[in-house]
C-alpha cells in the first residue's frame, strides 16, 4: 500500500490550481539515492505527474511502488522498453555517470525533454551527442546544477551585472572534503564515474563559479590527481566508513588551473579525503573594482576613499529542498512553457570540457588546450 504518492499529493495542489493546468508527464531513469530528493520536489510542483521509474535494480523499483504509489506495469528495468511502452513527455536521468549519455540521447530520439544530474556525461564528446540529439529532437535538454540557484549566487550575478567587479581577473574555487568518500553508489569507481571528487564535487563550485564569471571560453587546463587513501583499508573514523576501497580508481586529490579567453584563470582544489582543517565549499572572486566571497555574498571593494567590506543583510533561504525544486521547476516551465532554461546543454558541455581539462592535462603531465 502506497504511505506516500506523488500523484495522492498532487490531487490537493491540483484542487488549488487550474484543473485544465498542462502537465508535464515526467519518468524517472535511475531510481536510487537523489532521485528520492527529486521526488520529494516533484511534490510541490503541481504540473508534474510521475509516469514511470526506471532501474536495474528490483529494491529500487520497489520503493518506487511502495513509497511512490506507482503501479507495477509503470516500472521498467530498461528505459527502452519504458519509452516504448509509456511515451512519457520528459525525463528525469539519475543514474551514474557512466549512464547519462545514454538514455539522454534515447529519450530526445523519442521526442522527450530530458533533465540530466550533473555533471552532465562522462566528458565533451557524450555532453556533445546529448545536445545535438535535443536540439534535432527540439526538446529540452537541462543539466542538474542546483548552486545557481541559491540566493547568494543570484545576489552576486547582479552585482557584476551592474559593475560591481570590473574585469574578473582571478576565481579561486574549493570542493574539499577532509574525510568523505561515499560508502554507496559507483563514486570510487573511475570507468563509471569518469573521476573522483574533481567531477563529483569540485563540478558544482566549478559550474557556480563559472556562472559568476559570465562564462568566459576555457582554452587551457593544468593540474594533477593523486590517489593515496580511498585504495587502502584504512581504520580512520570517519562520516562515511565502509567504502569500497578494493574497487577503489579515482583520485582522492586533485587541484587544477584553467586559462580562459579573457586572461582569467581559475584555481581548483577538490577532494575526497585530503589532510585539511576542515570542509570547505566556496570559491572567492578577484576583479579589478571589487572582489567577492560566494558562500558569505561579501563583496569587498573602495568606496569613498575608503577599503569596505559589505555584507548582505538578508538573503533568503536556500536549503537543499529548495535548490532542487527551483531547478527542476526551471525546467518544467521550459518544457511546458518553452521558457529559457537555468542551465542547458552547453552550460553543462563547458563545465565538463573544464573537468576533462584537468583530467587530461594530469594524464598528460602537462598543460592541454581546451578546444
Ligand atoms: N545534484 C546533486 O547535488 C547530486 C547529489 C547526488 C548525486 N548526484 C548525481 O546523481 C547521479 C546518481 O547519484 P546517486 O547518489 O543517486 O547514486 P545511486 O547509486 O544512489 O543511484 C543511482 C541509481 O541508478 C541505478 N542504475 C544504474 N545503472 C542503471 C541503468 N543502466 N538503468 C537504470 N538505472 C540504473 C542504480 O541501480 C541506482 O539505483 C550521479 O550522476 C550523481 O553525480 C547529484
Redo the contacts with the bound molecule.
Keep these: 500500500m502506497a504511505q506516500e504518492s506523488v500523484s495522492t499529493k498532487m490531487e490537493s495542489a491540483k484542487k488549488k490550481t487550474d484543473p485544465k493546468m498542462k502537465k508535464l508527464r515526467v519518468a524517472i ?9 527529486h521526488l520529494n520536489a516533484y511534490k510541490e510542483i503541481p504540473e508534474v505527474e510521475i509516469v514511470a521509474g ?4 528490483q529494491e ?1 523499483l520497489d520503493v518506487m511502488q511502495e513509497k511512490w504509489g506507482l503501479p507495477k506495469e509503470a516500472l521498467f ?3 527502452k522498453e519504458m519509452l516504448k511502452v509509456v511515451k512519457p513527455d520528459a525525463v528525469d536521468v ?7 549519455c ?2 539522454v540521447v534515447d529519450a530526445c530520439n523519442a521526442g522527450c525533454h530530458a533533465m ?4 552532465m556525461a562522462m566528458n565533451p564528446k557524450e555532453c556533445e551527442k546529448m545536445i545535438a540529439a535535443a536540439e534535432k529532437a527540439g526538446v529540452k535538454l537541462s543539466v ?3 548552486q545557481r540557484y541559491r540566493h547568494n549566487t543570484a545576489a552576486l550575478i547582479e552585482a557584476r551585472d551592474n559593475g560591481q567587479f570590473g574585469d574578473i581577473m582571478f576565481v579561486k574555487v574549493h570542493a574539499l572534503r577532509r574525510r568523505g568518500i ?1 560508502n ?4 570510487g569507481q573511475k570507468a563509471l ?1 569518469g573521476g573522483g571528487p574533481m ?2 564535487i569540485g ?2 563550485m566549478i559550474e557556480a563559479a563559472y556562472e559568476l564569471m559570465g562564462c568566459p571560453k576555457p582554452i587551457a587546463a593544468s593540474g594533477n590527481t593523486w590517489t593515496y587513501l580511498g585504495n587502502t583499508d584504512s581504520k580512520t573514523r570517519c562520516p562515511w566508513p565502509g567504502w569500497d576501497w578494493k574497487t577503489y580508481t579515482v583520485e582522492d586529490l586533485a587541484v587544477g588551473q584553467i586559462r580562459f579567453d579573457t586572461g582569467a584563470i581559475m584555481q581548483i582544489e577538490s577532494s575526497f579525503a585530503a589532510h585539511v582543517p576542515q570542509e570547505l565549499h566556496n570559491f572567492e572572486i578577484i576583479g579589478t573594482k571589487g572582489s567577492c566571497n560566494w558562500d558569505t555574498g561579501e563583496i569587498f571593494t573602495d568606496m569613498h576613499n575608503t577599503m569596505v567590506n559589505i555584507k548582505p543583510a538578508f538573503l533568503g533561504n536556500s536549503d537543499w529542498l529548495y ?2 525544486r527551483t ?1 527542476l521547476n526551471n525546467w518544467v516551465q521550459g518544457c511546458l512553457t518553452g521558457s529559457e532554461l537555468g542551465a542547458n546543454g552547453y552550460d553543462g558541455l563547458n563545465v565538463q570540457k573544464i573537468l576533462d581539462g584537468i583530467y587530461r592535462s594530469a594524464a598528460a603531465g602537462k598543460e592541454v588546450t581546451i578546444k
Design positions: 531513469i535511475g531510481c536510487g539515492g537523489i532521485a528520492q530528493t526506471v532501474d536495474i535494480l529500487r528495468k530498461d528505459w539519475c543514474t551514474p555517470n557512466h549512464v547519462h545514454a538514455p540530466v544530474e550533473k555533471p542538474g546544477f542546483q561515499p554507496w553508489g559507483v563514486f564515474q567531477i563529483d563540478v558544482h535548490l532542487f531547478k
